[in-house]
């Protein structure tokens, strides 16, 4: 598990207590968990937790307790696990099937060896099928980003918002931002990945980008350092500097509290860090910038992830295409 994300880490092993717990209330061995047995495991799970205990019953046609797609990671999660242990114990079987591509081979290969860049999707070759329908993403109407902004009293808070709505960068990148990576002359932001963020920053997949950024970028920047960031020597760009301990780099608990004020302020209860990347990207595509340069910028593997991930656009936006492209009159 070296080098993968904590929170990868963390789900998985939240994902696999989930299925050791029902192995023992099933008095059942995985070693020897036939597939149809397993299937047992994603009904279990999608009770409430109350109503995991044995001699409950649950009416049919009862809501799903969990999203599908936490039982989409879930099932990755057994996928690997499996995979893991039939490599090293042929008595064991890869339940959740064998995927094929790029991945690591040989004698070892880690359990989240499925997780590193290039991999192809899990979904795909797992006989246990779960419906999932992709939820498009949560787009905020015109002007209330400024309504945000202005709701900050701090120009370091204004420079975090600005720099997500018009970078699409992951808080997480923000987060873990030096200052030598604005690049003011080249008019750029680079996102360097680090494995030595004090904060827990990471960039997603460990890619590295360069993305394009307007001027209002940097004049909010210039605007935080010289009105509040002064004389503290510090590489980091987001750091505490309103309570202790000072200096420190900012985390992603201190921004989502700073979320949870805005909300309050401006009554606009559906914003979020990734709200901004979302529009981001909206943007981007009705303005017909391809979308394999938006899943660049977005730092997404592929342009499958942007193509699915942003299949929101009204009929409207293509009718508008259509009529820019001069194929509709």
Sequence with gaps: MV?????????Y???????????????????????EELTGFFGWLARPVPARTPGVFMLPGT???????????KRAALASFYRFHA??????????GELVGPRATGPFVPMLAHTRRGRLGAEAYSPVRIPFVRKSPVELPEGQVARLVAACPRRRDRFLLVLLDQTGLRLGEALGLRHADL?????EVAVVPREDNVNGARVKGLKARVVPAPLVVFDAYADYMEAEYGTLDCDFVFVNLFRPPLGVPMTADSVAKLVARLRARTGIAGFSPHVLRHGYATRL???????????GLLGHASATTTSQTYSHLTVEDHRRALIAAGVLV
């Design 3 to 11: 080098g993968r994300s904590p929170n990868t880490v963390a789900a």
């Design 63 to 73: 809501p799903s307790a969990v999203e599908p797609a936490t039982l989409l990671r």
């Design 285 to 295: 595509l009705r303005a017909g910038v391809p979308v394999e340069v938006v899943a």
């Design 87 to 96: 490599r090293r114990d042929g008595s064991v079987p890869a339940l959740l």
């Design 183 to 187: 690049r003011l002359r080249a008019g």
């Design 13 to 35: 092993a939240h994902d696999l207590r989930d299925f050791v717990e029902w192995l023992g209330q099933a008095g059942l061995d995985f070693r020897r968990l036939s597939l």
